[in-house]
């Protein structure tokens, strides 16, 4: 047999005693060997890699000893584990070839790239019923009550399957639940024309597009928190809930061309078959490497692995009686994101709804610019959201508090919004350009929420995050039920654009913080043992 001992200088003594001729040994002439340390929080291993002109040996992890069985190894930087040479004798050896050109990315970036994929065609599907709702209404001689009817139908089916998309992503996973969650609402959308003459099924499907849609954000929460270290979280959110932005911006792009040239129906189905085309791709991803120990692929040296997560994988499996849900409502951080997100939607979802009215009506505006205009907000999130997610995560990696920065973003969130309101609101002789340019910065400026609250499910409980989003994602839809309904009855009341859309905003999102501000934490929770 073959024996080393390490020795201090990080080199090795071979000594080498045959004590059985038919000992497996290479019978091919070696050219390098490598040995690669991997450092743990526990313990300390080596990777040996072995290349020769017939094949490539890995040899597995073994424990920290001074004397390792096998050949003489060199130590390497855990930065450089391989060199290029050795790659290119690798694929001398035998290896297959890169092709399709995604295949050697780290499948943790495949699924996050599916997943913001995934989000685009969420809010595709969300916005094109706002456009076509116009030739529908004609068409069907809906007025406008029954028109708010089927679109506030969609937040039905959002608001009810936000608790159970999150207890369904902790159990299965997310990647299960945002594979079916797109296949019901692409196949709900696609049969939209077919059942638009009947009321009762017509909003039905769209309860069924707002329920695949609804688990989608606790499920990518879930994918998230199961594969990304705290170092990339920030980027990896903004990446995946940027899709939204995205898709708002095409789906408003794509429906009034379509609806012109083939009818109304064409975005339905076009949108649908885009959703059932992407659930068939999203199968080709290799199920052994779906789900990822972010333990394992930490990019913090100095920041040890339980600071990052706080839970192994092995504890994300259980069922709805192990949710702590007593210590959830117990928790002030936990309450600070419910509100949070209340303000945040409240905001989001009564200015998404009533923005193009009010560019047409109190900026006098036509349709055609209204709706471009109506673009440029999610057109600029999806710049604001990468400085965001650059700057989150670029300020964790030089030790600023995890906490302290998500507090900054949030802030950001909240404030720059209601300042461009304010001064939207009140009359200071502006052109109409003017005023789309300050509300367009403001709207904008909102996505630093991606890097503050989205962020902060994980970053208390990378177990528990899925449940955490679905019940502060349930309260967050309430303004799209409650919110644009208030907001047209008070504008039908005072005719105030102000007081209707404006002054509560305004009001939710200065409390909301005060209230992030004093309460918020991002400080890992051990809800378990609180329970």
Same mark, same amino acid.
């Given at each position: 047999?073959?024996? =080393?001992?390490?020795?201090?200088?990080?080199?090795?003594?071979?000594?080498?005693?045959?004590?059985?001729?038919?000992?497996?040994?290479?019978?091919?002439?070696?050219?390098?060997?490598?040995?690669?340390?991997?450092?743990?929080?526990?313990?300390?291993?080596?990777?040996?890699?072995?290349?020769?002109?017939?094949?490539?040996?890995?040899?597995?992890?073994?424990?920290?000893?001074?004397?390792?069985?096998?050949?003489?190894?060199?130590?390497?930087?855990?930065?450089?584990?391989?060199?290029? /040479? !050795?790659?290119?004798?690798?694929?001398?050896?035998?290896?297959?070839?890169?092709?399709?050109?995604?295949?050697?990315?780290?499948?943790?970036?495949?699924?996050?790239?599916?997943?913001?994929?995934?989000?685009?065609?969420?809010?595709?599907?969300?916005?094109?019923?706002?456009?076509?709702?116009?030739?529908?209404?004609?068409?069907?001689?809906?007025?406008?009550?029954?028109?708010?009817?089927?679109?506030?139908?969609?937040?039905?089916?959002?608001?009810?399957?936000?608790?159970?998309?999150?207890?369904?992503?902790?159990?299965?996973?997310?990647?299960?639940?945002?594979? +079916?969650?797109?296949?019901?609402?692409?196949?709900?959308?696609?049969?939209?024309?077919?059942?638009?003459?009947? &009321?009762?099924?017509?909003?039905?499907?769209?309860?069924?597009?707002?329920?695949?849609?609804?688990?989608?954000?606790?499920?990518?929460?879930?994918?998230?928190?199961?594969?990304?270290?705290?170092?990339?979280?920030?980027?990896?959110?903004?990446?995946?809930?940027?899709?939204?932005?995205?898709?708002?911006? &095409?789906?408003?792009?794509?429906?009034?061309?379509? +609806?012109?040239?083939?009818?109304?129906?064409?975005?339905?189905?076009?949108?649908?078959?885009?959703?059932?085309?992407?659930?068939?791709?999203?199968?080709?991803?290799?199920?052994?490497?779906?789900?990822?120990?972010?333990?394992?692929?930490?990019?913090?040296?100095?920041?040890?692995?339980?600071?990052?997560?706080?839970?192994?994988?092995?504890?994300?499996?259980?069922?709805?009686?192990?949710?702590?849900?007593?210590?959830?409502?117990?928790?002030?951080?936990?309450?600070? &994101?419910?509100?949070?997100?209340?303000?945040? /939607?409240?905001?989001?979802?009564?200015?998404?709804?009533?923005?193009?009215?009010?560019?047409?009506? !109190?900026?006098?505006?036509?349709?055609?610019?209204?709706?471009?205009?109506?673009?440029?907000?999610?057109?600029?999130?999806?710049?604001?959201?990468?400085?965001?997610?650059?700057?989150?995560?670029?300020?964790?990696?030089?030790?600023? !508090?995890?906490?302290?920065?998500?507090?900054?973003?949030?802030?950001?969130?909240?404030?720059?919004?209601?300042?461009?309101?304010?001064?939207?609101?009140?009359?200071?002789?502006?052109?109409?350009?003017?005023?789309?340019?300050?509300?367009?910065?403001?709207?904008?400026?909102?996505?630093?929420?991606?890097?503050?609250?989205?962020?902060?499910?994980?970053?208390?409980?990378?177990?528990?995050?899925?449940?955490?989003?679905?019940?502060?994602?349930?309260?967050?839809?309430?303004?799209?039920?409650?919110?644009?309904?208030?907001?047209?009855?008070?504008?039908? /009341?005072?005719?105030?654009?102000?007081?209707?859309?404006?002054?509560?905003?305004?009001?939710?999102?200065?409390?909301?913080?005060?209230?992030?501000?004093?309460?918020?934490?991002?400080?890992?929770?051990? =809800?378990?043992?609180?329970?």
């Amino acid at each position: 047999m073959a024996k =080393f001992t390490l020795r201090a200088d990080n080199s090795c003594f071979l000594s080498a005693h045959r004590t059985n001729s038919h000992s497996p040994v290479f019978k091919t002439s070696l050219k390098r060997f490598r040995l690669h340390q991997l450092s743990s929080s526990h313990q300390l291993g080596y990777r040996i890699l072995c290349s020769s002109k017939h094949n490539v040996i890995q040899s597995e992890r073994v424990p920290n000893k001074k004397v390792l069985n096998g050949f003489r190894v060199d130590q390497l930087q855990q930065e450089d584990p391989v060199s290029d /040479s !050795e790659s290119e004798s690798s694929t001398e050896a035998g290896s297959v070839g890169n092709w399709p050109p995604w295949k050697n990315v780290p499948q943790r970036y495949k699924l996050i790239g599916t997943t913001s994929l995934a989000f685009v065609i969420c809010n595709m599907d969300k916005v094109n019923l706002s456009v076509a709702i116009i030739p529908m209404s004609h068409q069907f001689g809906w007025n406008s009550s029954t028109a708010g009817l089927v679109q506030s139908s969609f937040f039905w089916g959002y608001a009810l399957s936000q608790l159970p998309g999150g207890w369904l992503a902790k159990i299965f996973g997310g990647r299960k639940v945002l594979e +079916i969650g797109v296949l019901v609402w692409s196949v709900a959308t696609a049969f939209v024309p077919s059942l638009a003459g009947y &009321m009762p099924g017509l909003i039905l499907s769209r309860i069924l597009v707002g329920i695949g849609e609804g688990v989608s954000p606790s499920a990518a929460t879930d994918i998230i928190a199961r594969s990304i270290p705290l170092e990339e979280r920030s980027r990896a959110v903004a990446f995946v809930f940027g899709g939204l932005s995205v898709g708002s911006v &095409m789906g408003l792009l794509l429906a009034p061309p379509l +609806i012109q040239n083939f009818g109304w129906e064409s975005v339905f189905y076009l949108f649908g078959l885009l959703g059932i085309a992407w659930f068939l791709g999203f199968q080709i991803l290799e199920e052994g490497g779906a789900e990822l120990s972010a333990e394992s692929i930490s990019l913090s040296k100095g920041l040890p692995v339980k600071q990052s997560w706080s839970n192994s994988l092995k504890e994300m499996n259980g069922s709805l009686k192990d949710v702590p849900w007593k210590a959830f409502f117990q928790n002030q951080a936990v309450w600070a &994101m419910i509100y949070a997100h209340f303000c945040g /939607s409240w905001g989001h979802y009564t200015c998404l709804s009533w923005l193009p009215t009010y560019f047409s009506e !109190e900026l006098n505006l036509n349709l055609t610019e209204a709706a471009w205009v109506s673009i440029l907000p999610p057109l600029a999130s999806v710049f604001v959201t990468n400085i965001a997610a650059q700057l989150a995560d670029n300020l964790i990696s030089r030790g600023v !508090e995890t906490t302290t920065v998500r507090k900054i973003c949030q802030s950001i969130a909240f404030l720059s919004p209601a300042i461009c309101m304010t001064l939207s609101s009140v009359d200071l002789g502006l052109p109409p350009w003017e005023v789309v340019g300050i509300l367009t910065g403001g709207l904008a400026l909102s996505s630093f929420a991606l890097s503050g609250l989205y962020c902060t499910h994980q970053d208390i409980s990378p177990k528990y995050a899925s449940i955490l989003l679905g019940i502060t994602n349930t309260v967050g839809a309430i303004p799209g039920i409650v919110g644009v309904a208030l907001t047209g009855y008070n504008l039908d /009341s005072t005719h105030s654009w102000t007081m209707s859309l404006f002054a509560p905003s305004i009001f939710f999102y200065l409390t909301g913080t005060v209230v992030w501000l004093m309460f918020a934490s991002s400080k890992p929770q051990s =809800f378990s043992e609180q329970n």
